[in-house]
């Protein structure tokens, strides 16, 4: 039996072949970025870039797992961690803050990106590169027992400008099960869009409320006037 035998049977040997070739990149090594990433690399992607300009704090461990006891980079701490996962991966780190001057250094050549970040500030960076260069991004976001999570395909669904308001400020609270769900839902989506097996969550919500377990799909509409997605769309 092969690594990927059990799920070989959902996505084929092309399908496999397909994961096989395709990189990943993950902005933000936090709580989604580690539990993603960890599914990414089970699931045989070929290449996973992480990105995150932090070292593990105290506050961290109570969904940062891999974290624990160690000092250094998330990044490289994370690397090493998945490649324990599978040694034949490929590993890229960049560690740093993404802002506008170097989001594109940071997030690499890559098919997806994952939005793994904690920042609205930092997803709209993430999200206006995306767009630009017309690479889908699974985007995932948690406050306490809220989570959501949709896949952002260019010129065909909302983008996170379409949908996401707000300023940053206050820290979410974080509760490890929700996030590993929307992780989980961030990386299923991927592992979907590369193997073109099922169907992501494009121009859908996923969202969840642990306090009182709900969870719903729903449709999200873009925003006509968007400054980022909106001439895209109607160009195409
Ligand atoms: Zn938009």
Do not use: W
């Not at 993950?26 to 709580?31: D, E, K, P, R, T």
């Not at 490289?76 to 324990?84: N, P, S």
């Not at 992780?183 to 073109?196: F, L, R």
């Amino acid at each position: 039996m092969s690594r990927h035998s059990r799920q070989e049977k959902l996505f084929g040997p092309e399908g496999q072949r397909k994961l096989s070739e395709a990189a990943v990149s993950v902005a933000g090594c936090g709580g989604l970025g580690t539990y993603a990433s960890l599914l990414l690399a089970s699931a045989g992607v070929g290449k996973i870039r992480l990105i995150d300009c932090g070292t593990p704090s105290e506050s961290d461990l109570n969904r940062q797992f891999f974290y624990s006891g160690r000092e250094g980079f998330k990044t490289e701490i994370l690397a090493e961690r998945l490649g324990e996962v599978d040694p034949g991966l490929e590993i890229e780190i960049f560690n740093g803050f993404i802002d506008e001057n170097n989001v594109s250094e940071a997030l690499g050549e890559c098919d997806v990106i994952a939005d793994c970040l904690d920042t609205i500030g930092s997803r709209l960076v993430v999200n206006r590169y995306a767009v630009s260069k017309n690479i889908p991004l699974a985007h995932g976001g948690i406050d306490g027992f809220y989570g959501q999570a949709t896949f952002v395909v260019p010129g065909k669904t909302p983008c996170l400008r379409c949908i996401l308001r707000g300023s940053d400020g206050r820290i979410p609270d974080s509760f490890a099960p929700v996030v590993s769900i929307i992780a989980s839902v961030q990386a299923s989506d991927i592992v979907k869009h590369i193997t073109g097996i099922g169907d992501t969550t494009a121009g859908k919500m996923f969202t969840m409320f642990a306090g009182t377990n709900e969870y719903d799909t729903v449709a999200i509409n873009p925003d006509p006037d968007c400054p980022v997605c909106g001439s895209s769309r109607s160009s195409r």
